[in-house]
């Protein structure tokens, strides 16, 4: 009887907003590490380069012989509106690169890039004993490596 492998999970977190990404990450962890699964941290610059880190994951796992291998990912962030146009296309592009990647590669991927008016709602969304948007991320991602697992699409 061969042993279960818990999940591992590529956790992305964007810092241009540091104490916001830490607190969501605490989020992420907690949950994760709840679960029974395992993770790796990696710190993008901003919000736009979650996608183009989690892609270059994915072609790390397909090329690197005995590289990385993740079953899911966790996109962690946080947009905050300025007084330009800016926040709407970091908001969208962001949100789209993710979709795309879930879509064309089925991947498991949870998004816990916040998009808030202002510091103050991040904060209340990303710190733990808030609206914890890094757990529910994490508990996203989690979900969907269930249901790939359920659908015999992952190793049990």
């Avoid at 590529?10 to 994760?32: C, K, P, R, T, W």
């Avoid at 816990?112 to 757990?135: F, P």
């Amino acid at each position: 009887m061969s042993e279960i492998t818990p999940p591992h999970i590529m956790i992305v977190e964007a810092h241009f907003y540091a104490d916001v990404s830490e607190a969501l990450v605490n989020g992420a962890m907690s949950a994760i590490d709840s679960a029974g699964a395992t993770y790796e941290r990696f710190e993008v610059p901003g919000a736009l380069e979650i996608p183009g880190a989690i892609r270059i994951a994915l072609q790390a796992m397909e090329e690197v012989r005995d590289g990385p291998h993740f079953d899911g990912f966790v996109a962690l962030g946080c947009v905050i509106r300025g007084e330009t146009s800016h926040y709407d296309y970091v908001c969208t592009e962001s949100a789209r690169g993710l979709m795309d990647l879930s879509l064309r590669h089925g991947l498991a991927i949870g998004n816990g890039i916040l998009t808030t008016e202002n510091k103050e709602q991040a904060m209340a969304r990303a710190r733990v004993d808030g609206k914890n948007k890094g757990g529910w991320a994490a508990d996203s991602c989690l979900a969907m490596i269930g249901l790939k697992t359920k659908l015999g699409l992952m190793m049990k």
